[in-house]
């Protein structure tokens, strides 16, 4: 279909360059008349390579969009396999930075509570930490002063009335 246009604007443009060359060739008393006609069928001729270079055009984009198209079908298949592994990363870091974030406000959340604990009740807090200073430094010197184990020894079997007693 687009060879049999290309064809009848090649017989068009034709058929003007032929009319023109007889309109030059031409000399007679019609001479203002025929610069008129000359000047309307150069326009036509004009527009019609204009018409035939955007047929050119058009089927030249046609070829390029199907190369593109084959090419862009794996290029998208490539992408597509790029943008699920960053999604399975992306996905990995934001599943860390969750758990992170809720073992951050546990923490933040026991240590306020042991905060409001002990200022609700400032003398068992001073009581606590004493009792814990005082509980390590006996068990400090408890450590220290520890004697030696004993070595183990065997005592001999004894037999009354034919009992044996181990």
Same mark, same amino acid.
């Given at each position: 279909?687009?060879?049999?246009?290309?064809?009848?604007?090649?017989?068009?443009?034709?058929?003007?360059?032929?009319?023109?060359?007889?309109?030059?060739?031409?000399?007679?008393?019609?001479? +203002?008349?025929?610069? !008129?006609?000359?000047?309307?069928?150069?326009?036509?001729?004009?527009?019609?390579?204009?018409?035939?270079?955007?047929?050119?055009?058009?089927?030249?984009?046609?070829?390029?969009?199907?190369?593109?198209?084959?090419?862009?079908?794996?290029? *998208?298949?490539?992408?597509?396999?790029?943008?699920?592994?960053? !999604?399975?990363?992306?996905?990995?870091?934001?599943?860390?930075?969750?758990?992170?974030?809720?073992?951050?406000?546990?923490?933040?959340? +026991?240590? *306020?509570?042991?905060?409001?604990?002990?200022?609700? !009740?400032?003398?068992?807090?001073?009581?606590? *930490?004493?009792?814990?200073?005082?509980?390590?430094?006996?068990?400090?010197?408890?450590?220290?002063?520890?004697?030696?184990?004993?070595?183990?020894?065997?005592?001999?079997?004894?037999?009354? !009335?034919?009992?044996? *007693?181990?």
């Amino acid at each position: 279909m687009a060879e049999a246009a290309a064809e009848e604007m090649e017989l068009i443009s034709l058929a003007i360059r032929r009319l023109m060359e007889e309109k030059n060739n031409r000399t007679g008393s019609h001479r +203002s008349s025929g610069g !008129n006609d000359l000047q309307f069928l150069s326009r036509l001729l004009s527009q019609v390579e204009s018409t035939r270079e955007q047929g050119r055009r058009k089927h030249s984009q046609q070829d390029d969009k199907i190369i593109q198209k084959n090419l862009t079908e794996k290029e *998208i298949v490539k992408e597509i396999k790029e943008v699920k592994r960053q !999604n399975f990363i992306t996905h990995c870091l934001v599943s860390a930075m969750v758990v992170l974030t809720v073992a951050w406000q546990v923490s933040e959340v +026991s240590f *306020i509570l042991k905060l409001r604990d002990g200022l609700s !009740n400032p003398f068992k807090s001073l009581a606590r *930490i004493l009792k814990r200073n005082t509980t390590s430094a006996i068990q400090h010197k408890i450590e220290a002063t520890e004697l030696p184990a004993l070595p183990h020894v065997n005592l001999p079997d004894f037999h009354l !009335n034919d009992h044996k *007693i181990q």
